[in-house]
């Protein structure tokens, strides 16, 4: 049998003593190693140390091939479940025009209803850079057209030659 994840099976177990739980799950005290390898061998099971760090180890008469089984089906179940979120970015310049404008907020606002973070950037070119000011009013003109279907994250901030702020959706009630 080979060792899985730190997890120590039959003759791998190296402790004098362990608590030993039976494939009943009943409690049977602290026993002698040796004399609950021979019990699970007996019934053809395996002896697996399911607390190694406990004192004594507490250890557990499976099937293991089984054990292993159920272990890794709870680990995909509980991946299924998990919702990935993805971090969406609109590029955009401060002499954006209203048209543009439009067309990048029904994108950003596509992105919050699929359930995505949306970063919302404005580049700065050469002598862009002396009017900050403006990349804070498209900024601002691109949350009014959003109609509060969002949440600031991380307000509006300079970061080298650009502003960015990231929107999360909304939580759903």
């Known amino acids: ?71 890794e089906k709870k680990l995909r179940d509980s991946k299924k479940n998990q919702k990935v979120l993805k971090l969406k ?11 543009d404008l439009d067309t990048k907020s029904k994108h950003i606002r596509e992105f919050l209803a699929e359930g995505n973070k949306v970063k919302v950037t404005i580049r700065f070119r050469g002598r862009e850079l002396a009017h900050t000011e403006l990349g804070l009013v498209v900024l601002d003109e691109v949350l009014k057209r959003l109609n509060d279907e969002f949440t600031i994250e991380k307000p509006a901030a300079m970061e080298g030659r650009f502003m960015s702020m990231i929107l999360s959706p909304k939580a759903k009630k």
């Open 1 to 71: 049998m080979a060792e899985n994840k730190g997890l120590r099976i039959n003759e791998m177990i190296r402790v004098r003593e362990i608590r030993l739980i039976d494939e009943e799950g009943s409690q049977k005290g602290i026993v002698p190693t040796k004399d609950a390898l021979k019990m699970a061998k007996e019934r053809e099971l395996d002896l697996v140390e399911v607390a190694p760090n406990a004192n004594p180890p507490v250890c557990k008469i499976l099937d293991y091939g089984k054990y292993r089984f159920e272990q």
């Open 89 to 99: 970015e609109i590029r955009m310049q401060p002499k954006i025009g209203p048209g």
